[in-house]
């Protein structure tokens, strides 16, 4: 019998068991419905914040309102500045490097279903995650593999959909238009019976490109989704979305320099155009007064249109589809003990095309988890959690076009463990220390496979992570360090492969298991927070360093671009009568950059000091005109210059301050949107 189905099957008799148990213990609620206070996701189960060791960030509704943000990328940027990499505007591949992780470090799940991209370089481009339906996010820093395996190596981020709402009819309807051609709409009606309730939501957006092109941006969101309440022991959910985005992308090629970048580097008619579809079912239950089960089932499927590498080419598909199981059981037989111990079964399918263009290769992987958490709290001030998890994976890779492959498997072991301690006045100290591990992305695996490359070995860390907080009415303070030791790590070394004959017989390049990669953090944040008014502030310093490389190339090797040293913001807002006052300021300081040759002289520059700083300025006004209308203007990016082809064609803005995240790419332009949100 394959791994899915015992992951089924047990997962279904547990929760079966509930239609059986008796009508006793609180009855099981949506996880959207959770409070700012509680995280979801950092522990098997629901826990306050103030009592866990994982350093988890809560957006709630109000949150994501006051951002504003439509996907994934433009939420992590106002969160988490300086730690995003954005190429270009909006829409543009996104990059989240969580705690100077990785982006295939990070799991991302949309109602417990992953949808990171197995035929892509950047485990989820945060760009192509749309937010429509979703009413609450949470994101974890730090490696979270002995909870939920690969890819977690650097954290997690959560996202969960609305859950129920008021008895009768309901809903949201917003418009908005502004400059930089920015129009959009959406229209979320509900519906909610008591003990059950249906919702859908529907997303349109449209705005100029960064730079000129032909092509505007577009984004059109669908979700769907609904609960109902059995008995008093069982909540059913499902929930459905499926997102287009289209983005204009005509910059070919960006590369170090100083000649004029010839005509030939800039395309109007090019675009990446993506179909991501997300199915989740669950099912929680009571099963006695002191055991739960819950079961999850779903799958994701990311179709992905690229351009070509050449003005002109024809666009090239990728596509990546998941297939998910997941089952869990909860006891807690006294106040002080918990013991949850859960199953999970993934499948994934990448369909990838060969460099030169002329043959699909196909690569699937399979895992197959169990994992044990157990947390005991003593005397109310100590909390201990411990988690140890066992998983197997096998990956099936081409060698060639034919149809031949290889398969290789795995098993491995990844164990977490932590404390939380509550002082008087406010005070706690926690802390958490264990080692991850994650496979080699599948499309590694199908690209060495394919060009001579060796077999990837797992990837494998060691982690430390440690914070001290106070909270004291409306003030609130918090520092957190962490440290992580990668003992393997997979890199791209351009130097080997194979002669591409379309690339004109460059080699191909090909990825390596890279050895002692170091990333260390500290963050100070705190301010206050009142009804009325609030002002907090963080300031982040942090290290990638490739302890393997050469002396002098430790910071700026392939395994550790594009963490920046430094970062700072301060948020601040400020409510009068009916009309509250937001702001966002971040600051993200130099970082280390790809070199690459001058398309004219052809000189080679290495991996270089990207020596700017990128200042972010976000500015929001929110008028109550009256119960159910708000009023809204929005200012964004407001510190960046205006983006255009000949700018970038000239170089002039390749070293400015505010210019770009990355280097070559513009940042998205200065725009300004009125918006009017009504609430039925």
Not at 224 to 243: K, V
Not at 294 to 308: I, K
Not at 613 to 635: E, M, P
Request: hydrophobic fraction near 35%; charged fraction near 15%.
């Amino acid at each position: 019998m394959g791994q899915t189905r015992i992951a089924l099957l047990l997962a279904l008799g547990a929760t079966l068991m509930g239609a059986n148990a008796a009508n006793e213990g609180e009855a099981p609620k949506t996880k959207a419905e959770a409070s700012a206070t509680v995280t979801v996701t950092a522990e098997a189960s629901p826990v306050e914040l103030v009592k866990t060791p994982n350093p988890v960030t809560v957006v709630t509704t109000e949150k994501l309102e006051t951002i504003g943000a439509s996907n994934l990328s433009d939420l992590l940027q106002a969160v988490f500045p300086g730690q995003v990499s954005r190429t270009g505007g909006i829409g543009s591949t996104s990059s989240f490097m969580l705690g100077g992780a990785r982006p295939q470090d990070v799991a991302v799940m949309v109602d417990g279903i992953r949808v990171n991209d197995a035929s892509g370089l950047v485990g989820a481009n945060a760009s192509l995650v749309n937010l429509v339906g979703i009413d609450r996010a949470e994101i974890q820093q730090g490696p979270c593999s002995a909870r939920f395996g690969s890819s977690a190596m650097g954290g997690t981020v959560a996202l969960y959909s609305a859950g129920s709402t008021k008895d009768g009819f309901s809903g949201d309807f917003r418009l908005k238009g502004g400059t930089q051609g920015i129009v959009g709409t959406t229209f979320a009606p509900a519906y909610s019976w008591g003990s059950g309730w249906v919702r859908t939501s529907v997303d349109l957006q449209q705005q100029d490109s960064n730079l000129e092109s032909q092509l505007d941006y577009r984004s059109t969101g669908i979700f769907l989704g609904g609960g109902q309440q059995i008995d008093n022991w069982g909540l059913a959910t499902l929930s459905y979305r499926n997102a287009y985005t289209g983005t204009p992308v005509p910059i070919v090629y960006a590369s170090i320099g100083t000649s004029r970048y010839p005509d030939s580097y800039y395309d109007e008619t090019r675009e990446t155009r993506s179909r991501d579809q997300v199915l989740s079912a669950s099912l929680q239950a009571v099963i006695l007064p002191t055991l739960k089960g819950s079961v999850t089932l779903g799958g994701h499927e990311l179709n992905r249109w690229e351009p070509g590498m050449y003005t002109g080419a024809a666009p090239v598909p990728f596509l990546s589809r998941n297939k998910q199981a997941t089952g869990n059981l909860t006891w807690d037989p006294t106040r002080i003990f918990s013991l949850n111990v859960s199953m999970e079964a993934l499948d994934s399918l990448a369909k990838a095309p060969d460099l030169d263009g002329t043959a699909t290769l196909v690569g699937k992987d399979k895992h197959f988890a169990t994992t044990t958490d157990v947390q005991v709290e003593i005397a109310s001030i100590l909390r201990l959690v411990g988690s140890v998890r066992w998983e197997h994976d096998t990956q099936n890779v081409p060698i060639d076009s034919d149809g031949n492959s290889i398969e290789r498997a795995s098993s491995q072991y990844t164990g977490k463990g932590g404390f939380n301690l509550l002082l008087p006045a406010g005070f706690r100290i926690y802390g958490s220390a264990g080692w991850g591990f994650s496979n080699p992305q599948l499309y590694h695996s199908i690209f060495n496979a394919r060009y001579g490359g060796e077999a990837l070995e797992n990837e494998k860390s060691k982690f430390v992570q440690a914070g001290a907080s106070y909270e004291q009415g409306p003030w609130k303070a918090k520092l957190e360090l962490s440290r992580t030791l990668f003992s393997s790590l997979v890199y791209y070394d351009g130097n080997g492969g194979v002669p591409v004959e379309s690339w004109g017989g460059w080699l191909s390049g090909i990825y390596l298991n890279g050895r002692g990669i170091r990333i260390q953090s500290a963050q100070i944040s705190g301010g206050y927070e009142s009804k009325h008014c609030g002002l907090t502030g963080f300031y982040r310093n942090q290290e990638a360093r490739d302890t393997g490389a050469a002396e002098g190339q430790q910071l700026s090797s392939s395994a550790v671009l594009r963490r920046p040293f430094q970062s700072l913001g301060l948020a601040t807002y400020c409510v009068v009568g009916d009309v509250r006052l937001d702001a966002r300021w971040s600051w993200t300081g130099s970082q280390y950059e790809a070199g690459g040759s001058d398309p004219v002289t052809y000189a080679y520059t290495p991996n270089f000091a990207y020596r700017t700083h990128y200042n972010d300025l976000s500015l929001s006004a929110a008028w109550a005109v009256q119960k159910n209308l708000t009023f809204i203007l929005r200012g964004d990016n407001l510190m960046q210059p205006h983006a255009n082809k000949e700018a970038w064609m000239s170089r002039v803005n390749d070293f400015r301050n505010d210019a770009s995240q990355v280097y070559g790419y513009p940042a998205q332009s200065p725009s300004a949107t009125a918006e009017l949100r009504y609430r039925f």
